[in-house]
């Protein structure tokens, strides 16, 4: 019975690889064309958007899971308390203060975020559609603008590891030296070599669980139905052999096919984030430029009224020259 445990154990979990990775890789390719430039949007409607998920959307979901966890406690709570049932008692606290604990530890960190430009601008698309609505109106203008870089360069260095695994936290010095190498200017996305795999599992190592778990999982069970050879018939476990090996090769193919879809979207997501970084860039220095242009609208403004006195002193200079000039004709005329 143990050693049948140690082959139904490790067959099943390279199922289980072929399962996850043959429907994430079918997903992946199926949903390739799904990534492409967003439609462009005013940058008050994202903020719209952003707040209704914020203060609307979350807090529901976060108060029907919070009831629905303390009705499960309350029932263990009454159960306890009417049959004197001491674990279901502890089970129903345990609930509640778990409950309590962790929907206020998640409610205080997803209500800190901000929801200005700044906060919410973080991809190019975003950045873009929040430089456009720059026009230099509000004195801090300038000040986002210059948050608006910061938030974009931030993006480009993140730009390629950011494709490979959209949850990059780092530049990948790897990322970089790839997507060069393998997109260059005007490739498409279908021309991706296997170059990409190196930088993918560096960037997201956990990839790497497949195959070791279907080599793994291979290796104990054929070493557990070598125990069999004894007992059982030797056609049993030769055709029980063949069907781990099968199993196995199979599991190695879905685990390809996820590694191939995965630098498929990875170059697709690359090529429409560089897009949206250009496009980005053009918003940021129009932006510039409209700043620029209200900023010496406005010191021409502030400057008008010393303008007008200066002309009106030199016009009534000029009048009082003219005066005197006139007068002083007149008298040598009439002398």
Excluded at 39 to 66: E, M, N, Q, Y
Excluded at 108 to 127: C, N, Q
Excluded at 309 to 325: C, E, H, K, L, N
Aim: net charge positive; glycine share 8%.
């Amino acid at each position: 019975m143990t050693s049948d445990i140690w082959i139904i154990l490790p067959v099943a979990l390279i199922g289980l690889t072929v399962l996850c990775c043959g429907v994430a890789g079918i997903v992946d390719l199926a949903t390739l064309y799904t990534i492409r430039l967003p439609r462009r949007v005013p940058f008050p409607t994202i903020r719209r958007r952003a707040l209704s998920v914020r203060d609307i959307i979350v807090p529901g979901i976060l108060a029907l899971l919070t009831g629905v966890l303390i009705s499960l406690a309350g029932a263990f709570l009454f159960d306890g308390l009417n049959h004197g049932t001491a674990g279901a008692f502890g089970t129903g606290v345990l609930i509640f203060a778990g409950v309590n604990v962790v929907f206020a530890i998640v409610g205080t960190v997803w209500f800190r975020g901000g929801m200005e430009i700044g906060d919410l601008a973080k991809d190019p698309f975003t950045v873009a559609a929040a430089a456009r609505s720059l026009h230099g109106a509000s004195p801090d203008d300038a000040d986002t603008l210059r948050t608006l870089r910061r938030n974009h360069e931030e993006w480009k260095d993140r730009q390629s590891a950011l494709a490979l695994s959209p949850g990059a936290k780092r530049p990948s010095a790897a990322a970089d030296a790839a997507m060069t190498r393998v997109l260059p200017s005007g490739r498409r996305p279908q021309q991706t070599r296997w170059s990409l795999l190196g930088a993918l599992l560096r960037t997201r190592p956990l990839l790497m669980s497949g195959p070791i778990i279907v080599a793994a999982g291979t290796v104990i069970a054929l070493s557990a139905v070598s125990e069999h050879t004894i007992s059982a018939d030797a056609v049993e476990v030769a055709a029980l052999r063949t069907t781990i090996i099968m199993l196995s090769a199979i599991a190695l193919l879905s685990v390809a096919l996820f590694w191939w879809s995965e630098i498929v979207c990875s170059a697709r997501r690359y090529r429409i984030s560089r897009a949206g970084s250009a496009a980005a860039d053009i918003a940021l220095a129009a932006a510039r430029s409209r700043i620029s242009a209200a900023r010496d609208h406005d010191r021409a403004m502030d400057a008008l009224p010393g303008r007008i006195d200066r002309w009106g002193a030199a016009a009534v200079a000029v009048a009082v020259t003219s005066a005197v000039s006139l007068g002083v004709a007149m008298r040598i005329g009439r002398g």
